[in-house]
Nanobody, 122 residues
Protein backbone atom coordinates (compact mmCIF):
# COMPACT_ATOMS: atom_id res chain seq x y z
CA UNK A 1 0.00 0.00 0.00
CA UNK A 2 1.21 3.49 -0.84
CA UNK A 3 0.54 6.61 1.18
CA UNK A 4 1.21 10.26 0.50
CA UNK A 5 1.49 12.47 3.57
CA UNK A 6 1.51 16.26 3.26
CA UNK A 7 2.82 18.59 5.94
CA UNK A 8 3.82 22.21 6.40
CA UNK A 9 0.51 24.00 6.04
CA UNK A 10 -0.64 26.67 8.45
CA UNK A 11 -1.50 30.31 8.94
CA UNK A 12 0.78 32.93 7.46
CA UNK A 13 0.51 36.67 6.86
CA UNK A 14 0.37 38.12 3.35
CA UNK A 15 3.87 38.38 1.92
CA UNK A 16 5.06 35.50 4.07
CA UNK A 17 6.43 32.09 3.17
CA UNK A 18 5.64 28.45 3.80
CA UNK A 19 7.23 25.21 2.74
CA UNK A 20 5.03 22.21 2.08
CA UNK A 21 6.31 18.66 2.02
CA UNK A 22 4.78 15.48 0.70
CA UNK A 23 6.39 12.15 1.52
CA UNK A 24 5.43 8.99 -0.33
CA UNK A 25 5.78 5.72 1.53
CA UNK A 26 5.07 2.07 0.89
CA UNK A 27 6.13 -0.44 -1.71
CA UNK A 28 7.35 2.12 -4.23
CA UNK A 29 9.37 1.02 -7.25
CA UNK A 30 9.69 4.43 -8.88
CA UNK A 31 7.88 7.75 -9.00
CA UNK A 32 7.14 9.33 -12.35
CA UNK A 33 5.62 12.72 -11.73
CA UNK A 34 4.73 14.51 -8.50
CA UNK A 35 2.20 17.31 -8.51
CA UNK A 36 0.79 19.90 -6.16
CA UNK A 37 -2.85 20.90 -6.55
CA UNK A 38 -4.98 23.21 -4.48
CA UNK A 39 -8.68 23.59 -3.87
CA UNK A 40 -10.90 26.22 -2.34
CA UNK A 41 -14.34 25.13 -1.11
CA UNK A 42 -16.87 25.44 -3.88
CA UNK A 43 -14.24 25.57 -6.60
CA UNK A 44 -12.53 22.97 -8.74
CA UNK A 45 -9.16 21.60 -7.81
CA UNK A 46 -6.43 23.39 -9.76
CA UNK A 47 -2.91 22.39 -10.65
CA UNK A 48 -0.21 24.45 -8.97
CA UNK A 49 3.04 22.84 -10.10
CA UNK A 50 4.50 19.54 -11.16
CA UNK A 51 7.92 17.95 -11.35
CA UNK A 52 8.98 14.92 -13.35
CA UNK A 53 11.45 12.22 -12.39
CA UNK A 54 14.24 14.01 -14.25
CA UNK A 55 13.54 17.30 -12.51
CA UNK A 56 11.60 19.11 -15.20
CA UNK A 57 9.09 21.52 -13.72
CA UNK A 58 5.99 23.39 -14.74
CA UNK A 59 3.95 26.01 -12.91
CA UNK A 60 0.54 27.56 -13.11
CA UNK A 61 0.74 31.19 -14.19
CA UNK A 62 -0.66 32.42 -10.90
CA UNK A 63 2.35 31.06 -8.94
CA UNK A 64 5.19 31.60 -11.38
CA UNK A 65 8.03 33.49 -9.77
CA UNK A 66 6.66 32.93 -6.28
CA UNK A 67 6.50 29.14 -5.80
CA UNK A 68 9.22 26.56 -6.35
CA UNK A 69 8.69 22.82 -6.59
CA UNK A 70 11.50 20.39 -5.91
CA UNK A 71 11.91 16.73 -5.06
CA UNK A 72 14.25 14.42 -3.24
CA UNK A 73 14.14 11.12 -5.07
CA UNK A 74 16.06 9.31 -2.36
CA UNK A 75 13.37 10.27 0.15
CA UNK A 76 10.41 9.98 -2.24
CA UNK A 77 9.48 13.48 -1.19
CA UNK A 78 8.30 16.55 -3.05
CA UNK A 79 8.42 20.10 -1.71
CA UNK A 80 6.63 23.32 -2.50
CA UNK A 81 8.38 26.48 -1.41
CA UNK A 82 5.80 29.27 -1.37
CA UNK A 83 6.93 32.88 -1.14
CA UNK A 84 5.16 36.23 -1.39
CA UNK A 85 1.95 34.56 -0.35
CA UNK A 86 -1.34 36.27 -1.09
CA UNK A 87 -4.76 35.79 0.53
CA UNK A 88 -5.94 34.17 -2.70
CA UNK A 89 -3.36 31.42 -2.18
CA UNK A 90 -5.43 30.20 0.76
CA UNK A 91 -6.60 26.68 -0.02
CA UNK A 92 -6.16 23.03 0.82
CA UNK A 93 -3.04 21.87 -0.95
CA UNK A 94 -2.97 18.30 -2.19
CA UNK A 95 -0.08 16.15 -3.27
CA UNK A 96 -0.50 13.77 -6.18
CA UNK A 97 1.94 11.21 -7.53
CA UNK A 98 1.95 8.86 -10.47
CA UNK A 99 4.15 6.00 -9.47
CA UNK A 100 4.94 2.35 -9.94
CA UNK A 101 4.91 -0.10 -7.06
CA UNK A 102 6.81 -3.35 -6.68
CA UNK A 103 3.51 -5.10 -7.50
CA UNK A 104 2.82 -2.99 -10.58
CA UNK A 105 6.20 -2.12 -12.05
CA UNK A 106 4.95 -1.73 -15.60
CA UNK A 107 1.95 0.50 -14.95
CA UNK A 108 1.92 3.82 -13.22
CA UNK A 109 -0.89 4.44 -10.78
CA UNK A 110 -2.23 7.65 -9.26
CA UNK A 111 -2.17 8.38 -5.56
CA UNK A 112 -3.38 11.37 -3.57
CA UNK A 113 -2.62 12.77 -0.17
CA UNK A 114 -5.33 14.03 2.17
CA UNK A 115 -4.26 17.66 1.90
CA UNK A 116 -2.83 20.36 4.09
CA UNK A 117 -4.54 23.68 4.76
CA UNK A 118 -2.81 26.94 3.93
CA UNK A 119 -4.40 30.15 5.18
CA UNK A 120 -2.97 33.52 4.20
CA UNK A 121 -4.46 36.25 6.37
CA UNK A 122 -3.61 39.10 8.70
Amino acid sequence: QVQLQESGGGLVQPGGSLRLSCAASGSIFSINVMVWYRQVPGKERELVAHITSDGSTNYADFVKGRFTISRDNAKNTVYLEMNSLKPEDSAVYYCHANLRTHYQIFNGMDYWGKGTLVTVSL
